[in-house]
């Protein structure tokens, strides 16, 4: 007898979903790594195959390997060859699109926005101008309705768009966050900028119809509530965000609850948990199957993502065994639902989303018999009494131990994956979310209680300003722990990250005390290296030329957490230098200093502002009523309270005029670095000195693509 294939052969029939999961990324390992591979794909599995052959067996190989291998290698070829014929190329188009987002709200409630920022739609017809005939087409795109439009598109809305078709192409600066990659996970390859719209035929499916109810009960909610309370509800209830203001959804992140307004598993549990009060005279078998349909068509309402089609495969599975007393193994349902969701989009499992919701949940089931065991030590000693602690003593402390225990175990598994995508560590996120869940449920007892009463006119909206002072402790209390403490970090390799995560479930599944604490020990070496090595690194200059503007330079300094930005010339530049710096760990900017207050300098001024935690603005010469974007930049920075005297110097930049152009001269922490801006007869050129010697000279053409290079203690490095 073999051991090792009797072992793997036991855990294959105890846990095929999770073999099935395996199967599945170990087909889309290639596509992960090289997502422009082609044909090539269909090799990879072959040799984890073979070894999956030898330790299951043929029959357990074919049932529960080779079938979601083939199903997926089938999902991956739809994939890579999705049979669209847009347009490679930037090019103005029209197009005939049928609006396939969730997201969208068709004008109900009327307070929310028309649009979120990216609509996902199918493209039914193209045409170049109006004077070529329509061609049938097929492929999916991003739509970018600009605000002013006022046209409110909804669910299955047939569309006629004009405006600009263009590529996705990978960000130019290194590290950022790459929107084609996350479009790509969704099968679109393509945005379209729209410049005019018109609805052609409403749609008037059934999601559709969940949709304006959607809209209506939104309308009656908010009706008593403030603007705020009213995008938080959206959010919360249904996964709505586009009416949250940036500021809000900044407090969510930095206190580590940003999942309270993604409808997940949370939301799914906490609804499907009032149902079940209501319908708790029903007999038993009744209540469970009573349960199921209007938890379908809630998850259906908030647009069935990732995480609600998770929850709710798992719901139903546990909802339909317990209905007719089977059991499970909640680790195979898990599975199962992930199964599902990558077999329908093989690249699900890159979307940040997918990670959350299945590796936290993952961690809750592994750390259920670790807490139970805790829960055990915790009540030994009462054995040894005459006088048990009471029924509230005994359920109270099980329940802080298994929301404690729970909280921290989940913090920890989304801690690998934070610091591998964003860099950011909340060590307050346990205390914020302990005390955020109480308030998300009551939110949604008294919602589940004004649907019942929907029926009776203007109870909706009584019931919403009752949740009004709810909401603001709900936006209260992420609001405080932001401000309490936060950082971001340079980003953790992916395969730390992966490590990480394998020594948790290794403290979890051990019950050994010498591995446990060895393993212990390592998480804790590992989570100090995530946060206190990239503080180790030596300060860094990071400079983006190109683009027909001016020169963005940004320095950083990783051990002090500060930087020193000169120029933000656009949008652009200012959204990729707020990543650069939060990647590098800089969360507050000494100082942005432009070096004109023409629009090539600081077009990008005002936007930086509000991404950024920037103590100062200065400008090289006075700003006038003319330079609108400098203008706006000191009317905005006078607004947060920045020193705006005007004749106060620079306290990091010395402006000096030279006969061929112009310096900047560094002060502390920067000492002895210059930059000279030279005009030749070759056009103007940046030159770098470092204690009065030349260390590069940079051209600085109009017609230059845009370029990022790097400079580590000043020794060149090209990216």
């Known amino acids: 007898m073999n051991p090792p294939r009797t072992a793997c052969g036991r855990f294959a029939d105890s846990f095929p979903c999770v073999v099935a999961v395996i199967a599945i990324l170990n087909a889309d390992i290639l596509p992960f790594l090289l997502p422009e591979a082609s044909g090539c794909f269909f090799l990879a599995p072959l040799p984890l195959t073979f070894v999956a052959w030898r330790l299951l067996g043929s029959a357990r190989c074919l049932r529960v390997w080779m079938l979601p291998t083939l199903l997926a290698l089938s999902s991956l070829l739809l994939f890579h060859n999705p049979h669209t014929d ?87 600066a290194p590290g950022v966050f790459d929107f084609s990659a996350y479009a790509r996970a969704k099968g679109v390859k393509r945005v379209f900028e729209v410049r005019e719209l018109t609805v052609l035929q409403r749609g008037s499916s059934f999601l559709r119809r969940v949709y304006d109810v959607r809209g209506i009960i939104l309308e009656s909610l908010g009706a008593k509530l403030t603007e705020e309370n009213r995008a938080v509800a959206a959010a919360l209830l249904f996964g709505m965000k586009q009416g949250v203001s940036a500021d809000i959804r900044t407090d969510f992140l930095r206190s580590g609850t940003i999942h309270v307004l993604c409808v997940s598993g949370l939301h799914i549990a906490l609804f499907a948990m009032v149902l079940m009060l ?7 078998t009744l209540r469970w199957l009573l349960v199921l349909p209007p938890v379908l068509i809630y998850a259906l309402s908030t647009g069935m993502q990732g995480p609600a089609f998770r929850a709710y495969v798992m719901f139903a599975v546990f909802a339909l065994l317990k209905a007719f ?4 193994r909640p680790m195979n349902t898990l599975a199962f639902a992930a199964v599902l969701l990558m077999i329908g989009n093989p690249y699900a499992p890159l979307e940040l989303g997918f990670q959350y919701s299945f590796l936290c949940v993952m961690f809750l089931i592994l750390c259920g018999p670790y807490l139970k065991q805790i829960s055990s030590l915790a009540w030994a000693p009462w054995r040894f009494r005459l006088h048990s602690p009471g029924w509230f003593h005994i359920h109270a402390l099980n329940f802080l131990i298994f929301s404690a225990g729970a909280s921290f175990a989940a913090y920890l598994a989304s801690f690998a994956v934070s610091m591998c995508h964003q860099g950011l560590f909340t060590p307050w996120a346990v205390f914020s979310y302990l005390l955020v869940s109480p308030v998300a449920w009551l939110c949604f007892v008294l919602f589940a209680a004004g649907l019942c009463a929907s029926w009776i006119p203007g109870a909706l909206s009584l019931i919403g300003a009752a949740m009004s002072p709810l909401l603001d402790l709900l936006r209260g209390i992420p609001a405080f722990f932001a401000e309490t403490g936060y950082f971001y970090t340079q980003t953790t390799p992916w395969w730390a990250a992966l490590l990480f995560l394998i020594l948790f479930a290794l403290l979890l599944l051990n019950r050994k005390p010498k591995v446990e604490l060895a393993v212990l020990i390592g998480l804790a070496l590992l989570a100090g290296a995530f946060l206190l090595f990239p503080r180790m690194r030596p300060d860094e200059l990071i400079i983006r030329r190109g683009g027909g503007v001016r020169p963005m330079l940004l320095f950083t300094s990783p051990s002090g957490g500060h930087a020193l930005v000169i120029n933000m010339p656009d949008y652009e530049a200012a959204r990729d ?29 005002l936007p930086f502002l509000n991404m950024t935690d920037t103590r100062s603005l200065h400008f090289a010469a006075p700003v006038r009523l003319n330079t609108v974007y400098a203008y706006r930049a000191r009317k905005r920075a006078q607004m947060l309270g920045l020193p705006m005297e005007k004749n106060q110097p620079s306290a990091f930049v010395k402006y000096r005029k030279n006969p061929d152009g112009f310096s900047l001269i560094l002060n502390p922490p920067w000492t002895g670095i210059v930059l000279r801006f030279r005009n030749g007869a070759d056009g103007e050129r940046l030159e770098l000195y470092r204690n009065g010697v030349l260390q590069k000279s940079f051209p600085l053409g109009p017609d230059r693509e845009i370029q990022y290079e790097k400079f580590t203690e000043l020794s060149h490095k090209n990216l």
């Not at 209501?278 to 038993?284: D, E, K, M, V």
């Not at 990647?583 to 629009?599: A, I, K, N, W």
């Open 86 to 172: 847009l347009p490679a190329r930037r090019t103005g188009a029209e197009l005939r699109v049928k609006a396939t987002d969730s997201s969208l709200c068709g004008g109900s409630p009327s307070w929310m926005p028309n649009a979120p920022g990216n609509v996902l739609a199918e493209v039914e017809a193209f045409r170049y101008t109006p004077a070529d005939i329509w061609r049938p087409l097929s492929g999916t795109v991003f739509l970018r309705i600009p605000s002013f439009l006022n046209v409110s598109p909804g669910y299955g809305d047939t569309l006629h768009v004009s405006g600009i078709l263009e590529p996705l192409l990978p960000p130019s």
């Open 278 to 284: 209501i319908l708790r005279p029903f007999p038993f």
């Open 325 to 328: 007393h089977y059991r499970t």
């Open 577 to 605: 230098a707020a990543a650069l710096l939060r990647m590098q760990g800089s969360t507050t900017v000494s100082e942005l200093y432009c070096d004109s207050p023409r629009r090539e300098s600081c077009g990008g001024a």
